[in-house]
T-cell receptor, first 113, second 118 residues
Framework: IAGITQAPTSQILAAGRRMTLRCTQD?????MYWYRQDLGLGLRLIHY???????GKGEVPDGYSVSRANTDDFPLTLASAVPSQTSVYFC????????????FGPGTRLTVT | AQTVTQSQPEMSVQEAETVTLSCTYD???????LFWYKQPPSRQMILVIR??????QNATENRFSVNFQKAAKSFSLKISDSQLGDTAMYFC???????????????FGQGTILTVHP
């Protein structure tokens, strides 16, 4: 089934540890995005990539890094996790940066203790 | 920068009744899209309806319709004949749009939890 997959589904992580959230899409979409969802704040954009090989910062990029080595994969890395990064993380993609419709993955629930 | 505000943290409605969710936004842009997304307990984000700012006609998708007031920067969602499956968190979202392209970055409101009671 075409779409976006995210791994892991959920994770409990000790503060200070490094963690990579994985995101893979098989729709050959050029643009990809990472959002975090927090109660009372909605979803906020962390980083985005308009095409393979390029990335950009969103609204809340501090503490996170991304890479886009190919079209399908867009991993999000927390170099040294802190409790404030406890959140649900969503990966999304769109055909390209001029497309209004974004397709979302199922999300990763991350708890940093 | 754009902001999107949903002032109703929670709403409830009886099955088969009509409910309206409110959304206001602030932007200096003239061309943009507005969206309503649904997030059921499964956590999946589902696009419910979309409105282009240049269109005066309000968008409609089956039981879902919007009331778009551009001058007032208001974008409410009306759900008619509410069903138990409509129980979800609903997010209003904004995306700017310029000269046939958009920038792909969505700005979301805080969300409204809607509960449909039998």
């Amino acid at each position: 089934i075409a779409g976006i997959t995210q791994a892991p589904t959920s994770q409990i992580l000790a503060a200070g540890r490094r963690m990579t959230l994985r995101c893979t899409q098989d729709m050959r979409h050029n643009a990809m995005y990472w959002y975090r969802q927090d109660l009372g704040l909605g979803l906020r954009l962390i980083h985005y990539s308009n095409t393979a090989g390029t990335t950009g910062k969103g609204e809340v990029p501090d503490g996170y890094s991304v890479s886009r080595a190919n079209t399908d994969d867009f991993p999000l890395t927390l170099a040294s996790a802190v409790p404030s990064q406890t959140s649900v993380y969503f990966c999304a993609s769109s055909v390209d940066s001029s497309s209004y419709e974004q397709y979302f993955g199922p999300g990763t629930r991350l708890t940093v203790t | 920068a754009q902001t999107v505000t949903q002032s109703q943290p929670e709403m409830s409605v009886q099955e088969a009744e009509t409910v309206t969710l409110s959304c206001t936004y602030d932007t200096s842009e003239n061309n943009y899209y507005l969206f309503w997304y649904k997030q059921p307990p499964s956590r999946q984000m589902i696009l419910v309806i979309r409105q282009e700012a240049y269109k005066q006609q309000n968008a409609t998708e089956n039981r879902f319709s919007v009331n778009f007031q551009k001058a007032a920067k208001s974008f409410s969602l009306k759900i008619s004949d509410s069903q138990l499956g409509d129980t979800a968190m609903y997010f209003c979202a904004f995306m700017k749009h310029t000269l046939g392209t958009s920038y792909g970055k969505l700005t979301f409101g805080q969300g409204t939890i809607l509960t449909v009671h039998p």
